[in-house]
């Protein structure tokens, strides 16, 4: 009886996940991450482009992208980030160093879910640029070379 159960059991898994995990492209990597961040004193919301692996100060905040992937055209939008974001530390009118207030993923079309929240500062994924699509390029070809 055992056997007869487990059979219809793991064909139904195994229908189930077939068709709950399609197969995905891989992300597409871009070299710009773009960010939103708002100076609550002000409140001023200034969009800014940063290279990945550069850092750019936004008011006492460095921000710092290590990744950012998007998808396929052909799949749901998803824009993803990796983010470092440190705080600018001042004694006496000089900065003394940073304080690392933020590692870790950011999505785009979900920004409340991993936005920096400052005091002062927030900040927030809003896209990335300069990816190329690879399903989106039509395939080369080369002419026949001569035998």
């Not at 219809?8 to 991450?33: R, S």
């Not at 870790?104 to 400052?118: D, K, Q, R």
Request: charged fraction near 20%.
């Amino acid at each position: 009886m055992t056997n007869r159960m487990t059979f219809p059991l793991a064909a139904l898994l195994a229908a189930l996940t077939a068709q709950a995990a399609p197969g995905l492209a891989a992300p597409i990597e871009n070299p710009v991450a773009i960010f939103s961040g708002l100076d609550k004193i002000t409140g001023k919301i200034t969009s800014f482009s940063v290279p990945v692996g550069s850092t750019v100060r936004f008011g006492a905040l460095y921000v710092t992208p290590r990744a950012c992937h998007t998808r396929p055209i052909t799949e749901e939008p998803r824009t993803m980030a990796f983010v470092e974001v440190d705080e600018r530390q001042v004694t006496d009118g000089r900065e003394t160093g940073r304080k690392r207030i933020f590692t870790g993923w950011m999505n785009a079309e979900s920004p409340g879910l991993n936005a920096v929240e400052h005091p002062v500062f927030d900040v927030w994924l809003t896209g990335c640029k300069g990816g190329k699509d690879p399903s989106a390029i039509p395939p080369q070809t080369t002419p026949d070379q001569p035998g």
